[in-house]
């Protein structure tokens, strides 16, 4: 994360721009449910097994971003390999 949010960079500067009112802003979230997770992955691209949405689940906790990233990695095996 940069060390100032963009919205006080353009105070700052005295630089107000519509692009800080859509991109100025950031958000928290938690972890997914695990149903929550389970109906996300349900939408893969490419079917998952179970085990490997059962892997998925315990590797990242239901965090979004790790769950992103094992999506990821798991999709581009499958059009590579």
Known sequence: ????????WAR??????????LFGHSFS?????ENEARELL???????SSEEIDE???KSG??????QK?????LQRGLLG
């Open 12 to 21: 700052d500067y005295g630089k107000p721009s519509p692009f800080f009112n």
């Open 56 to 58: 998925m689940l315990f």
């Open 42 to 48: 349900a939408h893969s691209p490419e079917p998952l």
């Open 62 to 67: 239901c965090w979004p971003e790790p769950l």
């Open 29 to 33: 979230i938690g972890a997914f449910t």
């Open 70 to 74: 094992l999506c990821d990695a798991r």
């Open 1 to 8: 994360m940069a060390a100032e949010q963009p919205i006080q």
